[in-house]
Every structure is written in C-alpha cells, then in structure tokens.
C-alpha cells in the first residue's frame, strides 16, 4: 500500500497531519491503516530507503533487543516479503505487530535466504515512531510458514460484541500462561480450552499424534514434557519447571475485536540446582539445559470466553539474560506484566 493510498484508508483526519486543517484523533488510522503501515515499513527496508518508510524524525529501531540506527542491519540485507501473517492490530494504542516472513541475501547473489520476522510499529502523528523487531534467519522455518500460506482461522474470527473481554482481562489471562509455567506447581489457574493448540517457530508443539507403534507417554512416569500431550495436560504434569524464569513480560498489542493478545518476554533456562526438581506426583526430576539458556519470544493468545484457545510464539536463542531494549533493568528482570499499549 502506497503513503496516498493507505492515508486513504485512515481518512480525512489523516491528511490534516500533513498539514491541512483540524487535527486528527488517535483512533484514524483504523485496522487496514495500521496494517498497511506494515507493507509501507518492509517495503522501504527492501528498497533500503528509510525516506519510503515515513519516519518520525525521533524514530527508535531495536532488532533483536539492540539498537540500530535505520539504515542499519537488514535494512541492507533483505530482499523479499513473504506471504505467511499473522496481525494483532491494536487501534486504540495505534500500534500493528505481525509474525511474518523476509528473505535476504544469500552467498550466492542469485539466491535468497529465509527467515522470520516478529514486528511491532507504533504509529504517531501520521508516522513510524517506533520500530521494534526479533530475526529468525532459518530456512526452514521460512519454508514451514510459507507452506501454510496463513495462520489458522481461528486467528480471523471476530468475538461476538457482547462476548468481548477487556484489555486488561484479555492481558491478564494470557499472563496467567507465563505465570502458570513459571510456577510449575501442576495446581495453578490454567485457562487453557480444549481445542487449545501451541506452534513453536510454525511446530506443532501439543496434541501431535502419537507415532505407529509407539505408546503415548505418561506424564506420571515421564521426565520430559510431551509435544502429545494438550495444553493442560503439559502444565499439570509439572515437567515445565527448568523455565525458570519468564521475565520482561511486554503486552504490546491487544486486539479486544478478535480476542488477540501479542507479548514480547524471555524465559530463562539457569541450569544447575534448578534443574533437578519434585514434580506433582512426588517424583523427583532432573531435565532442563545444562547450561544458562534465555529463549527470546514473541507470542501470540487467541483468548475468548477467559480461554485459551490458540498459542503462536517465535524463539530464539540471545545472550542469557538479556533485556528487549525497551525496558529498563529492573523491568527486564521482572516478572510482573508490563502493559506498554499505556491503555488499561
């Protein structure tokens, strides 16, 4: 979508930003708008062209927690979009993120290397004012998204108005997964659906089916959770508790008309001692990494009726223990839920 044609869908109010008469609400630009912000901002790094982006003048770029001056890092690299997306559009905070796909330059310049792509714009005044992103360079996760060609419907269906949670309750109940995890006790509040659903990095991660010839493990016996077994069954078997940590918990988006919720956070994996733990049953359990580990995530709940129905997240490995670049140290080490949208 070109500037003209996306201040179109915005409307009127957004042209007064370029100068004409009235000023324009925070709410113009609508989801289309702010969606179409997205093509705006991975068209310009194709083209390495930060004019094309239309850019505050005090824009702020972090990729993968670092930040870069624009111009900088894949704004020199990358080549292509793809078309895998999956939007949490929030218009009231007038911020889009989107789990998409990029390629970029391979060693052989007549080729392509694929990748991911975690994207959060904030959107003031008629511009790009912050630009936040985590890379994935994989090929074969670019190949696993691209194959499904879109996210599952789930992800498009509208929650009927009068069954609409609030921002904070649809927050609170996506956090209740991190919480849930963290405290590992197989007892918490697990509002998980029965057609609850998670995909790692495009990897079906619960309720795959049990291979021919083999048995179904048995949380009771078990060390390692199993990617067999549901969303419930997971956490209850208490096997998740090498996640340590899960901390720098950013909800960024919130999309109350679908029932989306998009958080940015980093489990910590700290090994040692904390590898070996009692899991609900009484049994004792050594498993986990041996070694500091952080996974850096993006992660999407599908939330209606206090539910969770659908989990997507991107992982990737950073330095352990570090910080998204958009909080302080003492907010990157918490583990309270950080509402940056600003809007209850």
Not at 69 to 89: C, E, N, P, S
Not at 294 to 318: N, Q, R, S
Request: include cysteine; hydrophobic fraction near 35%; charged fraction near 25%.
């Amino acid at each position: 979508m070109t500037v003209t044609k996306r201040l179109l869908a915005c409307g009127a109010g957004a042209f007064a930003l370029l100068g004409g008469a009235g000023a324009a609400s925070a709410q113009d630009c609508g989801r289309e708008c702010l969606e179409g912000w997205v093509d705006t901002y991975l068209d310009a790094l194709i083209d390495n062209d930060p004019a094309a982006a239309n850019l505050a003048d005090d824009v702020r770029f972090t990729a993968d927690g670092q930040l870069l001056a624009i111009g900088d890092g894949i704004w020199r690299t990358m080549k292509g979009k793809g078309t895998y997306r999956l939007f949490v559009t929030d218009v009231p905070a007038q911020q889009v993120t989107v789990m998409t796909t990029f390629t970029e330059d391979a060693s052989d310049p007549d080729d392509a290397a694929g990748g991911a792509i975690a994207l959060r714009l904030k959107i003031e005044d008629g511009q790009i004012a912050e630009i936040e992103q985590m890379e994935i360079r994989n090929q074969s996760l670019y190949d696993r998204l691209e194959s499904y060609g879109r996210p599952r419907e789930a992800y498009f269906e509208t929650v009927p108005e009068d069954s609409r949670m609030s921002r904070r309750d649809l927050i609170e109940t996506a956090n209740k997964y991190f919480t849930g995890m963290q405290m590992n006790d197989g007892k918490g509040d697990y509002p998980f659906a029965d057609d609850c659903d998670r995909f790692e990095n495009g990897t079906l991660t619960t309720n795959q089916p049990t291979p021919e010839g083999e048995t179904r493990p048995d949380p009771a016996t078990s060390t390692n959770y199993s990617a067999q077994w549901s969303c419930r069954e997971q956490f209850e078997s208490g096997l998740l508790h090498f996640v340590a940590r899960i901390r720098d918990r950013r909800y960024v988006a919130v999309d109350e008309e679908r029932g989306l919720v998009w958080a940015f956070g980093f489990f910590d994996h700290m090994g040692g001692e904390t590898r070996t733990f009692t899991i609900p049953n009484g049994r004792e359990v050594t498993a986990g990494p041996t070694r500091p580990w952080t996974w850096y995530i993006a992660e999407v709940f599908k939330v209606e009726d206090g539910m969770l129905h659908e989990i997507d997240a991107y992982l990737k490995e950073p330095p352990y223990g570090m910080i998204s670049g958009w909080s302080t140290w003492e907010e990157g080490m918490s583990d309270e839920i950080q509402n940056e949208t600003g809007i209850e």
